[in-house]
């Protein structure tokens, strides 16, 4: 056998620990620090992909993907009993941010971790470590150190916390010489709402209203991921209906997010005339959504065991009329962007983000496959009905700005060609299953990777014998993407920011959970 013709050396090889029995539908695992150190030298080396990092008293998890065959999940655990742990971004960067707000939730301490500055905590919580099982007060609040930036002329621009318009905070430190970015850190935390500690204790029902609350556009994902993760834990099994009707308020879900980026993205390029238009296409989704699923954003309809609203036939061909407009009209306004000369100079070029690190960050979404990263958590691991769905995953290499809005504009056709087969084939059928108590106690542990319209979002649970949440974690795509903008928007000059940031969209609401 030559060279060419032996396998790849598998990734989870020789990674072995505790099977814990009723997680569900991966694997999960309690290894030692040695099995725990190994995957994280195999994430450095590209083999696997990093899907999310998260603690709990006394413990750290995270879940890895096989990077090449896209074919297997792992979560391993690793119990922490003196508050330590080997860090994963030592040599993994995605997980820095991820290890900085365990240790701020938790006080878990990850050994080796090149940045330990708080991320979450800004010492203003009034208790520091408040999910570990030992409060302490909290640690003074201290002025955040942000990195140096050597050169003669170098200057610095501070934009927020605070941002024109109805925008969550964040702040961004700008360096720059002259007009040309050499840096660009952000600070994040400014939104944290506690929402795992709520989660702690919450029934199921209580639980799934904070879960679609934690980004106001990603109600519907959320939910859906929540929804998924309960039922995967309880071996619960919503109705065919159910199932389609979820699908069809994620696209419409997707569609009006899609539409509005485009419009603000050639906003920021001083092109208001798409905004407008976008703008309208937009709120006629939205009104759309509310008249057919009784509310704008669709919030709290999606809940573990099915859904809470159905759709008659009068929504139905409302909703083909719509789509079917909104593709006619939408096409115009492609074309002009496509032809306007001067939005182009502003957008080809611009932010570009390399293939190589969306690939290392795991980017999902429109910012990952607008750089070479054919990712898209319906397709794999994928789940119903979407395996009886067609569509096509868009994908380009060059990585910037232009191709972040191509990507957004091919998926916006997509959604609604799959708007148009969901009508098609809904089923008939009850929209709520019962939990029909087969599961021991009704406890169990779940995960789920749901496709948002920013990327995918991982949320994994623990549910005790009383049938309430005793641990839960959201993971949001812009975890990953949030560091990727800082590396994208290096060399433009700063009047670029905006446009560069509109690009990637990232959520902060999702980030400071």
């Known amino acids: 056998m030559t060279t060419s013709d032996k396998s790849p050396p598998d990734p989870f090889r020789d990674l072995q620990g505790r099977v814990i029995a009723e997680h569900q539908p991966w694997t999960r695992i309690e290894v030692q620090a040695d099995i725990w150190a190994e995957t994280t030298e195999r994430l450095g080396a590209g083999a696997l992909t990093l899907l999310g990092l998260w603690g709990e008293p006394q413990a750290v998890h995270m879940a890895v993907v096989d990077a090449d065959a896209l074919g297997r999940i792992l979560v391993l655990s690793l119990a922490c009993p003196d508050g330590s742990y080997p860090s994963v971004g030592r040599v993994h960067p995605p997980a820095i941010r991820l290890e900085r707000a365990v240790a701020d939730l938790f006080r878990l301490a990850p050994a080796g971790l090149p940045d330990a500055r708080p991320w979450l905590d800004h010492g203003k919580w009034g208790v520091h470590a408040p999910l570990a099982i030992e409060r302490t007060d909290t640690r003074p609040a201290e002025e955040y150190a942000f990195l140096p930036v050597e050169g003669e002329n170098i200057h610095q621009l501070p934009v927020g916390p605070v941002h024109a318009g109805i925008i969550e905070p964040g702040h961004f430190r700008i360096s720059a010489d002259g007009d040309t970015i050499v840096r660009l850190e952000e600070r994040f935390g400014f939104t944290h709402k506690g929402v795992e500690s709520l989660l702690r204790g919450a029934d199921l029902k209580r639980a799934a209203q904070l879960a679609c609350r934690c980004s106001g556009d990603s109600t519907v994902a959320y939910g859906l991921a929540f929804a998924r993760a309960v039922e995967q834990a309880l071996g619960w099994e919503p109705p065919a209906r159910a199932i389609w009707l979820r699908a069809l308020m994620a696209e419409l879900e997707r569609l009006a997010n899609h539409l509005g980026d485009v419009g603000a993205i050639c906003n920021d390029g001083g092109f208001a005339i798409m905004l407008a238009h976008c703008s309208v296409l937009r709120e006629q989704v939205l009104r759309e959504a509310s008249a057919s699923f009784g509310h704008r954003l669709m919030m709290d309809r999606i809940v573990p065991g099915g859904v809470t609203a159905d759709l008659d036939a009068a929504g139905a061909a409302r909703i083909a009329v719509l789509v079917a407009d909104i593709r006619r009209r939408f096409k115009r306004l492609v074309d002009l962007y496509d032809t306007t000369a001067s939005l182009q100079d502003r957008t080809v070029g611009t932010g570009i983000l390399r293939p190589s690190l969306a690939a290392q960050f795991a980017a999902g979404g429109f910012v990952g496959r607008a750089s070479g990263r054919r990712f898209d ?50 089923p008939d059928g009850p929209l709520l299953a019962e939990q029909d108590g087969s599961h021991k106690n009704g406890s169990g542990e779940g995960m789920a990777l749901v496709e948002g319209f920013r990327g995918d979002i991982l949320v994994w649970l623990r549910i005790d014998a009383d049938g309430h949440i005793e641990r839960c974690h959201l993971r949001d795509p812009s975890w990953f993407q949030w560091p990727l903008m800082e590396a994208a928007i290096e060399g433009n000059i700063v009047a670029d920011f905006p446009i560069c940031n509109k690009s990637f969209n990232c959520s902060y609401s999702g980030h400071d959970l």
């Open 377 to 426: 958590a319906r397709n794999w691991p994928g789940y119903a009905p979407y395996d009886e769905l067609t569509f096509e995953i868009p994908m380009l290499e060059e990585g910037d700005v232009n191709a972040r809005i191509w990507i957004r504009i091919d998926e916006v056709e997509q959604s609604i060609g799959l708007i148009g087969q969901i009508l098609a084939g809904l």
